[in-house]
């Protein structure tokens, strides 16, 4: 069975532009969730989606939004890039509802210069 | 309180060792739990879930769950250089299903 696919897997974007992220579930998950690692950080949770609506969000500014295809595939878009926004972002996807664990994709590294 | 918690470590144990590894959590985390590791600059990987009180072991390592105390811990028999890395614990909240990652215990095993 194929894993959760992140694409890309590296990004280099410039301040105040904008960036999608996308992130395929292992087939048969419904529930995605997106979280923001900085280096030493632990895992911050943006946002997760589940049957295409958003269930649980995390404390990001507007800047940082999502949303999920009727296939559960998701994306994750961020606009006006902030240097600090610098981060590996990870996509874990579950089947959702029943108690099971998440599985995680294996990221994609954003570098803002 | 943090509704899952962990001690940032590092925990340092030598090679062959038992290293033993902690995660209290709230009411508001249901009962089910998550070991996950993670190695420096990788993503998260699902070591083991358990689910009743408890323990439940899978190789060398061993989860356990003790509802009453509130807390979950992983103990890793025979440590290894190999089994460095960041240990995270995860449970889910009751009624939304948000996964709630603590922090993180850094674990170095020494040769």
Redesign the interface.
């Known amino acids: 069975k194929a894993g959760v696919t992140q694409t890309p897997r590296y990004l280099i974007k410039t301040r105040g532009q904008q960036v999608t992220l996308s992130c395929s579930p292992i087939s048969g998950h419904r529930?995605v969730?997106w979280y923001q690692q900085t280096p030493g950080?632990?895992?911050q949770?943006l946002f997760?989606y589940?049957s295409e609506t958003q269930?649980?969000k995390g404390n990001f500014p507007g800047r940082f939004s999502g949303r999920q295809f009727s296939n559960s595939r998701s994306e994750m878009n961020v606009s006006t890039l902030e240097l600090g926004d610098s981060a590996?972002y990870?996509c874990?996807s579950?089947v959702?509802?029943d108690?099971?664990?998440?599985?995680?994709?294996?990221?994609t590294r954003l570098s803002i210069l | 309180q943090k509704e899952v918690e962990q001690n940032s470590g590092p925990l340092s144990v030598p090679e062959g060792a038992i290293a033993s590894l902690n995660c209290t959590y709230s009411d508001r985390v249901?009962?089910?739990f998550?070991w996950?590791r993670q190695y420096s600059?990788?993503?998260?990987?699902?070591i083991m879930?358990i689910?009743s009180n408890g323990d439940k072991e899978d190789g060398r390592f061993t989860a356990q769950l003790n509802k009453a105390s509130q807390y979950v811990s992983l103990l890793i028999r025979d440590s290894q250089p190999s089994d460095s890395a960041t240990y995270?614990c995860?449970g889910?909240t009751s009624g939304?299903?948000?996964?709630i990652?603590?922090?993180?215990t850094r674990l170095k095993v020494l040769a």
């Open positions: 529930s969730s950080q632990g895992l949770f997760e589940f269930r649980n590996l990870l874990a579950s959702g509802g108690g099971q664990p998440q599985h995680f994709g294996d990221g | 249901s009962q089910s998550f996950y600059g990788k993503s998260p990987e699902l879930s689910y995270l995860a889910i939304t299903y948000k996964y990652f603590g922090t993180g």
